[in-house]
């Protein structure tokens, strides 16, 4: 459900800080380094900043990539690959992460960020030069979006803020 007015604002300024964001996130030195993330899986975070290097997350048939770790940490997931998340298949955090604290970027060109058929993500995805594909019943972000390209919400996908 959407509610509200209507806002008149230029978003020049905005635009240029979430280009500034990303492109700090893109660059900054990862604490770890991952390949091809295709199955059930855990990323453990320390305590402070949590940067991870990802080639492409392709999760399916219910699969979970679960972010757990210490209280407070914050957590970049730098993809430079494909992020699909179809089937039931889901992005999560456990113990100390909170959703508000992880971004998942989706860096540069590439295929679309799409998640499909009931596929949850925890997080704020972020693909300023992707489009992003949310769809189907069940299908959602529990955190935001932010693109720089085509966003398509439909077929009862949604996003909801994070604490």
Same mark, same amino acid.
């Given at each position: 459900?959407?509610?509200?007015g209507i ?11 979430? +280009? =500034?964001?990303? $492109?700090? !996130?893109?660059?900054?030195? @990862?604490?770890r380094?991952?390949?091809? %993330?295709? &199955?059930t ?36 997931v730098?993809v ?5 998340? +179809? =089937?039931?298949? $889901?992005? !999560?955090?456990?113990?100390? @992460? ?5 971004? %998942?970027? &989706? ?9 499909a058929?009931?596929s949850?993500a925890?997080g ?24 720089g ?7 009862? $996908? ?6």
């Open positions: 459900m959407i509610t509200g806002l008149h604002e230029a978003l020049a300024t905005t635009a240029s800080g979430v +280009r =500034g964001a990303g $492109a700090v !996130a893109s660059v900054l030195a @990862p604490t380094l991952f390949g091809n %993330l295709r &199955a899986q855990t990323l453990e975070t320390g305590r402070r900043a949590n940067v991870f290097a990802v080639g492409s997350i392709a999760l399916a048939r219910g699969q979970t990539l679960t972010i757990s770790g210490a209280p407070g940490a914050e957590v970049v730098n430079t690959g494909r992020f699909r998340l +179809r =089937g039931r298949s $889901a992005i !999560a955090v456990a113990g100390g @992460p909170v959703p508000g604290r992880v971004v %998942l970027n &989706a860096v540069g060109h590439g295929p679309p960020v799409v998640l058929g009931g949850r925890t704020t995805i972020l693909a300023l030069d992707r489009a992003i594909v949310l769809n189907g019943k069940g299908t959602r972000v529990s955190g935001g979006i932010v693109g390209r085509r966003i398509t919400i439909a077929g009862g $996908a949604h996003v909801s803020a994070a604490p």
